[in-house]
């Protein structure tokens, strides 16, 4: 098998690398057999990221290879986005068995920063054959991608704009968004989010993308595709096998103390002081696992995930799943285990129905008004209104990576 990694070739500005492998993988096509197409999520904190940090590669069979390296080169250098500061395209071509330590380097660039010197020493180490373009930095992405073995997998059917509507308002009719999503769902997934009345499978760049649908099999991508009332003409589609929406960020880490950061987690503990919210809407609390704390955060965008988060109460036991930055968790889902049922309050007076004070600590309580006393304070219980079982970030708010409940076997909040 041929293997050809790119990435880093587009911007914020414009271009996409998943067009740019398109367009190739169809030229490619006339000398070879091309069996596969990948876009491979990567670390979703890294700072310079475009957008989704997701890297493609090209599976192919070896032949022609060396008309192959020459396609490729040929199309990045007339379609990635040099002007732009911030692209660094990188390419990667390698033939053989994928080695153990490819797929470990892919795994690395899922959990933290890679530096481009890592992959170019393990390129080197078997013969990889890198094309780095300014100051390279795609070979990373490049490298991973072609590394990647999924564990879990899912598929996305992108098609793309004729070059005269680059930039332009996309022309989908909504309606049939929805009626393909209550078609398709849950074999198809994150294609509108209801609680905004939004259409998520066209974005809002000028890339040349006119929408992407992801699912679990391909062949009802093809059938969702048919379903949607599309007022513009596609330039062309493919079918990418792709890392979206399996969690394969995140890594259980057992104690506060092991977490990095820019790295993604799984963490159980307690939460230790009530979530507060602050100016911008964002809601915050701290987690501890019995020794030390973390700030954990339910940013604006999350919307009615954040009315789950407030209702959490000191003592409620949890597990997280989120990226960390600045020493807190963007939250992109939690598991509730169990819930404080009770909590300890200053005893009632029996004459006026007031709460007492405390007198001093292991003193008791004392009504001032009515000079009533008691020893210790009185279990209460309290009326939860959420429950021990998942919530997650509604679908706009979702990271490509992040799994959706629904892909749990089924479980939905």
């Not at 475009?50 to 070896?62: C, D, F, Q, S, W």
């Not at 991973?144 to 598929?155: L, N, Q, V």
Request: glycine share 6%; hydrophobic share 35%; with cysteine.
């Amino acid at each position: 098998m041929f293997f050809i990694g790119i990435d880093d070739t587009d911007s914020r500005s414009g271009q996409c690398t998943t067009y740019i492998a398109t367009k190739l993988a169809e030229k490619l096509s006339r000398y070879t057999v091309i069996s596969e197409l990948r876009l491979v999520r990567l670390n979703p904190t890294v700072p310079w990221k475009t957008r989704g940090n997701g890297a493609v590669a090209i599976l192919a069979k070896e032949k022609n290879i060396e008309k192959l390296k020459k396609l490729t080169l040929r199309e990045i250098e007339l379609n990635a986005m040099f002007d732009d500061r911030g692209t660094n395209p990188g390419v990667v071509f390698y033939a053989g068995e994928i080695p153990q330590d490819f797929t470990d380097f892919y795994h690395r660039c899922l959990h933290r920063i890679v530096e481009i010197r890592e992959a170019e020493v393990l390129a080197e180490k078997y013969g990889a054959e890198i094309v780095k373009y300014k100051n390279g930095r795609g070979i990373i992405g490049a490298l991973a991608a072609i590394g990647c073995k999924f564990r879990d997998f899912t598929y996305e059917l992108i098609a793309y704009r004729k070059k005269d509507n680059w930039g332009k308002k996309r022309r989908v009719d909504k309606h049939s968004v929805f009626v393909m999503n209550a078609k398709t769902y849950p074999f198809t997934f994150d294609n509108v989010d209801y609680s905004t009345n939004r259409v998520l499978i066209t974005p809002n760049t000028p890339c040349p993308v006119l929408l992407g649908i992801r699912g679990e099999r391909v062949g009802i991508l093809y059938q969702a595709l048919e379903m949607l009332n599309i007022k513009e003409p596609i330039d062309t589609f493919t079918v990418f096998k792709t890392n979206q929406a399996t969690d394969v960020h995140l890594e259980r880490v057992n104690e506060i103390k092991e977490i990095k950061e820019f790295s993604s987690v799984i963490l159980r503990g307690r939460v230790k002081k009530k979530p507060r919210t602050i100016r911008g809407g964002h809601v915050f609390f701290e987690l501890t696992d019995g020794k030390t704390t973390i700030l954990c955060a339910a940013f604006e965008p999350t919307k009615d995930f954040r009315k789950i988060i407030v209702k959490l109460i000191p003592g409620d036991e949890i597990e997280v799943y989120g990226s960390v930055k600045k020493r807190t968790i963007n939250l992109e889902k939690i598991r509730v285990i169990r819930l404080v049922r009770y909590e300890e309050r200053n005893p009632k007076c029996s004459i006026c129905g007031k709460s007492m004070e405390s007198v001093g600590k292991g003193k008791g309580y004392r009504c001032k008004r009515c000079k009533t006393f008691a020893k210790e304070k009185v279990k209460v219980k309290v009326n939860r209104e959420i429950e021990e079982k998942f919530y997650e970030v509604p679908p706009a708010a979702r990271g490509h990576l992040s799994k959706p409940l629904i892909r749990f076997c089924g479980l939905v909040a």
